[in-house]
């Protein structure tokens, strides 16, 4: 049984700082690209940010050069740390990763943690 276990959100004013942090368990076979979804009040999820087992990272517009993922392959754990936060990024933020678990080959999801910019 794989599980994605997510931390970190909570409420923070603007231009405050959190850090995300997503542990995959379970049998895993293979763990490649890990990301961060979205998805704020009344609309739907949306790509954050997303990493492969090799680093490279891709980013949506809206948090280039604010937000910053990474991972530790050794801990199956990805990490967003999110800087100069806005009102407009208060979302239940939600860990995906596509892992092989043998036959299985898939995308899973965390359960989703709340982060709240407000002043």
């Known amino acids: 049984q794989v599980q994605l276990v997510e931390s970190g959100g909570g409420l923070v004013q603007p231009g405050g700082s959190l850090r995300l942090s997503c542990a995959a368990s379970?049998?895993?076979?293979?763990?490649?690209?890990m990301g961060w979804y979205r998805q704020g009040p009344g609309k739907e999820r949306e790509l954050v940010a997303t990493?492969?087992?090799?680093?490279?990272?891709n980013y949506a517009d809206f948090v280039k050069g604010r937000f910053t993922i990474s991972r530790d392959n050794a801990q199956n754990t990805v990490y967003l740390q999110m800087n100069s936060l806005k009102p407009e990024d208060t979302a239940v933020y939600y860990c995906?990763?596509?892992?092989?678990?043998?036959?299985?080959?898939?995308?899973?999801w965390g359960q989703g943690t709340q982060v709240t910019v407000s002043s």
């Open positions: 995906n990763a596509h892992i092989i678990v043998p036959p299985d080959n898939r995308h899973y």
């Open positions: 379970g049998s895993i076979f293979s763990l490649s690209s």
């Open positions: 990493i492969t087992n090799g680093g490279s990272t």
